[in-house]
Nanobody
């Protein structure tokens, strides 16, 4: 069972920056896609950014130009650099990955809180 552990959340003022990290362990096969989703109170979980093993990235329109996703395949780690943070970025951020082992398997981290004050 793949385990994802996030770190780097916290409290920051609008305009500030945070960097999230997520390390995957108990890997028995290559990780396909890694990424970040977020869920604000009273809202559905939404995509923030994903990155494929080869480096192809995908971003939500709301974060393009402000957030950057990257990964270190050797360390099975994904990062999210968040700049120019806005109060509407406040949410619990969840790390995600999928692995192909007898089909596509999806895994989630426990979530890390990001709070942006105005």
């Amino acid at each position: 069972q793949v385990q994802l552990v996030e770190s780097g959340g916290g409290l920051v003022q609008a305009g500030g920056s945070l960097r999230l990290s997520c390390a995957a362990s108990r890997i028995t096969s290559s990780i396909n896609v890694m990424g970040w989703y977020r869920q604000a109170p009273g809202k559905q979980r939404e995509l923030v950014a994903t990155i494929a093993r080869g480096g192809t990235t995908n971003y939500a329109d709301s974060v393009k130009g402000r957030f950057t996703i990257s990964r270190d395949n050797a360390k099975n780690t994904v990062y999210l650099q968040m700049n120019e943070l806005k109060p509407e970025d406040t949410a619990v951020y969840y790390c995600y990955c999928n692995v192909v082992v007898f089909g596509l398997n999806h895994y989630w981290g426990q979530g890390t809180q990001v709070t942006v004050t105005s």
